[in-house]
């Protein structure tokens, strides 16, 4: 893996120019660490209620959220009234907060907790309830005099009046009612506050617009943090929305991942779940005290990303123990060994080196390498640091095979197993476990007398796919078990092989299962566009294509077989001028073809793309620059030209 910047020179760097101004005596020193808490619209929406807040902050303390450092319990849009009271005051909803926000704020207070409220900088909120454009000094005195302590103020319906002009007017109203409200500015990310926010009185701003549940939306927003570690510290935080956790759309893993990077970044941790009916595995998620430890630690940059090798990435940042937290994170479609090294992260020469997991809890040493496997969609998270000795070895296994297969063919599959710490693994005992009806051989596994300190052995099997298999990803992992010392260790190297047919032909793309699909929002349109409507670019309607929203990547195997791509590539009509995307092309992670930012009042950019010889064919679009909303993409008429 290419390393692209070491943590040592990000860190220099950072100290060089600066990040985000310090605390002045006009914003209230009120974030000196990420702020951690709850909020109701990702999970919620509009369906709130006062019952809901209240339960919410009952369970925030008995679940353990409290405990593990989570304090605010915010309220988002749709909390107020129709209209102004007769003072030209906001009012809560009479029907979901009879009650009022002052007794809510009562409630929540004495639970030991704070309470946040939303509005806009615009004349209504997103959901066309009142907001603060030209009432700032109003509405801050009534949220001062509520009991409120956090602002989220949202950017819907601003007038196109400067963003600068007016979050600036709402933060010396906040100032000037005495009250210390921590400001959270969401204006995603459009006018570059990260840039600005700090200086007119944000305690953390929003860089991207809003986030989803699904994983297509977490990888759209990770990598517009790229680049903005410089304009992060103390109260004065980067904020790559909610965290959702929980609400169902993503696996286990990914949402695994999602906290990992989130925790790394020093983003504000601000959950988004029901906390009343939080599972098991959700509740140890949100609350692992190392993890949390790592987000509230400071040591001069936030988490960047170090190393990227296409699908495999290394984010990191340093820790003021004089360690280094890393993410070793896998966004493909396959499991994966992900590395680094401790000089990379900008640790100091040692003999040896700690690698503490934090999600499993477990120390290991290495003289150097930091290297896990990583399953599909997962994250591995380590606090690395120079000592350690002669403990327990670092021991890691990956499964590589070829990337496709068809079925009934038969492969190898080899699993090596790595040993970085400073004494051996012995006994060293390999099963490669298949899916179902796959036949394996040696079916009983095979055993290393010994894997030595910078060792490495690999142990084959040979793999046969049924004939009948269907077409997608299917895993094949390695179970390890290995003695270091007087210890029995047991690991697991994740590999995968993808099941699909070679086109032939002249298919239309539509036609195609992909092998892999990740959408910014919703689902892939079909022969239909994002919202379902007949595909319209330009006036013009085609019969054919794929209609992803970006960000968005379209993988489909071709097998060497194809030499042309053409489509018609643009944003849907239905949403009017808006929206803009780049549409990339790419064959085995070439850029083949690139179009200029495309937007809703342009017409289709016509594609035809040489993909002789290519294995797999990968389309890409993005957010154009401006957050994904209205970037309803598609490629139109798009069709391939095979061998028959």
């Known amino acids: 893996m290419s390393t692209t910047k070491s943590a040592l020179l990000v860190t220099v760097l950072t100290l060089l120019i600066g990040f985000a101004p310090p605390a002045t005596a006009e914003k209230p020193p009120l974030a000196p660490t990420p702020p951690m808490g709850w909020n109701s619209w990702n999970r919620f929406g509009c369906d709130i209620d006062e019952n809901l807040i209240r339960q919410t902050a009952d369970a925030m303390v008995t679940s353990g959220m409290t405990a593990a450092g989570y304090e605010y319990v915010n309220i988002d849009d749709c909390w107020m009234a129709p209209t102004r009271d007769a003072a030209g005051r906001l009012a809560p909803d009479p029907v979901r907060f009879p009650n009022g926000i002052a007794a809510l704020a009562d409630y929540v207070h004495a639970k030991g907790l704070k309470l946040g409220l939303y509005s806009s900088a615009g004349t209504h909120t997103c959901q066309g309830l009142p907001a603060s454009l030209d009432h700032e000094v109003t509405d801050a005195r009534t949220f001062a005099e509520w009991g409120v302590d956090l602002l989220k103020y949202d950017n819907c319906h601003n007038e196109g009046r400067p963003a600068l002009e007016r979050y600036t007017a709402m933060a010396d109203a906040l100032e000037a009612t005495g009250r210390p409200i921590v400001y959270s500015i969401c204006e995603w990310g459009a006018n570059d506050p990260w840039e600005w926010a ?18 297509g939306s977490v990888m759209s927003i990770l990598d517009q943090q790229v680049g903005l570690e410089a ?9 790559p929305d909610m965290l959702e956790v929980g609400n169902g759309g993503m696996t286990t893993e990914e949402y695994r991942a999602h906290l990992s990077l ?19 595995t959700t509740r140890a998620l949100l609350t692992d005290p190392d993890v949390i430890a790592v987000n509230q630690d400071w040591a001069g940059v936030q988490g960047h990303r170090l ?12 820790t003021s ?33 700690t690698m503490r997991d934090l999600w499993a809890n477990t120390i290991v040493v290495t003289d150097g390498p930091v290297r896990a496997s990583v399953p599909p969609h997962g994250a591995r998270m380590y606090v690395v640091a120079p000592g350690g000795g002669s403990g327990e070895p670092a021991v890691s296994a990956e499964v590589v095979t070829d990337r496709y297969a068809d079925p009934g063919q038969t492969l190898t599959a080899t699993v090596r197993v790595s040993n970085d710490g400073p004494v051996p693994a012995r006994g060293v005992r390999v099963l490669l476990d298949a899916p179902p009806g796959w036949l394996v051989s040696p079916a009983g596994g095979a055993t290393v007398p010994a894997v030595g300190p910078g060792g490495e052995s690999t142990v084959d099997f040979t793999v046969t796919v049924p004939a009948g298999e269907p077409t997608g990803t299917h895993a094949l992992s390695a179970e390890i078990n290995y003695r270091a010392g007087q210890l029995v260790r047991r690991l697991t190297g994740y590999g995968a092989v993808i099941i699909a047919t070679t086109p032939s032909g002249s298919p239309w793309l539509s036609a195609l299962p992909p092998v892999s699909t990740q959408v910014g929002w919703g689902q892939l349109g079909v022969d239909r566009s994002v919202d379902g409507n007949p595909l319209t670019i330009g006036g013009l309607t085609y019969a054919r294509g794929v209609a992803p929203h970006a960000e968005s990547e379209l993988r489909y195997h071709l097998g060497g077989a194809c030499t042309r791509f053409t489509s018609a590539a643009g944003i849907d009509d239905e949403v009017g001028d808006r929206g803009s995307s780049t549409f990339t092309v790419r064959g085995d992670g070439v850029t083949l073809a690139e179009s200029e930012v495309v937007t809703g009042a342009d017409g289709p950019v016509a594609l035809d793309v040489d993909v002789t010889g290519v294995t797999e064919l990968v389309l890409l679009t993005d957010d154009g620059g401006d957050g994904i909303d209205y970037d309803h993409t598609q490629w139109a008429d798009a069709a391939l030209t095979c061998q028959n």
Not at 202 to 212: K, N, S
Not at 262 to 280: K, Q, V
Not at 307 to 318: C, H, I, R, S
């Open 198 to 215: 700090a200086r007119v009185g944000g305690h953390y701003w929003r860089t991207t617009g809003d986030i989803a549940d699904n994983w």
């Open 231 to 239: 304009f992060s510290g103390p109260n004065a935080w980067n904020d």
């Open 262 to 280: 989130w925790s790394l970044l020093n983003a504000p941790l601000i959950a988004g779940n029901d906390l009343r009916a939080m599972d098991p």
């Open 307 to 318: 190393a990227d090798d296409g699908d495999l990435e290394v984010w990191a940042k340093p």
């Open 321 to 353: 123990d004089g360690g280094a937290a890393v993410v070793l994170f896998n966004r493909g479609l396959t499991g994966a060994r992900v590395s680094t090294t401790a000089g990379a992260l900008g640790l100091p020469d040692s003999p040896a080196y």
